[in-house]
Every structure is written in C-alpha cells, then in structure tokens.
C-alpha cells in the first residue's frame, strides 16, 4: 500500500469510531500500515508508579489507526482528498490533491 501521509500532516479520519474529525500525525508505521492521529482513538493503559510516572494510575494513548481510514486536509476545501504526485523539472516530488491545489513537497531536489 503506499503511503500518502507523513508525520504533521493534518488529516480527516473517513472511517470507523472517530468519522469525520480531523488531527495532526504523530507517527507513522510503514511496516503495519498505520498512523497515530492526535487525539483520537485513544485507550487507557494502566502504568506502575514510575520516576516518569510517581503516582502510577491509569494515563491515554493514542492507538494506531489503519492509513486507508485516513485522508490527507485538501488545503482549499478542508476536507480529506486522495492524492497524486508531480514531479517538477527540477526533480523535486510534490502531492497534489485532486483539485489541483498542494498539500506538500515530498522530496526537494539534491543539488549535485
């Protein structure tokens, strides 16, 4: 499957519990196909006191969300876009949405 989210894009959840919310990557995981959306499917796990964590007790994690759930923010309309790429002349790569309008640079040019 390829992957068309990176970590800090802004992306609009399309399906399951959380439909329709939008929210930052935090992380993603090339190898299960899956991204950790701020805010968002997040679960109790409970934690022994620690130095980290003194009074131990119950703290949120985010879990992992599968990538095909989650669309990229088209910049214009606000809403989730699927997404192709343009290489420029100068050999930098770019994600476009369907409309036309940029939502990144994926990989600049290296000068050599």
Known sequence: MTIHIKK?????????????ATGRVLRVIPQENKV?????????????PSRRNPQGGRIDVEQPIHISN???LNPKS???????????????????????????IVKKATEG
């Open 70 to 72: 989650v669309l990229p």
């Open 78 to 104: 606000s809403r989730g876009s699927r997404v192709h790429y343009q290489i420029n002349d100068d050999g930098s790569k770019k994600r476009l949405a369907t409309d036309g309008s940029e939502i990144g």
């Open 8 to 20: 800090g894009d802004m992306v609009e959840i399309i399906a399951g519990d959380h439909k329709g």
């Open 36 to 48: 950790v959306v701020q805010g968002h499917n997040v679960a109790k796990k409970h934690v022994r």
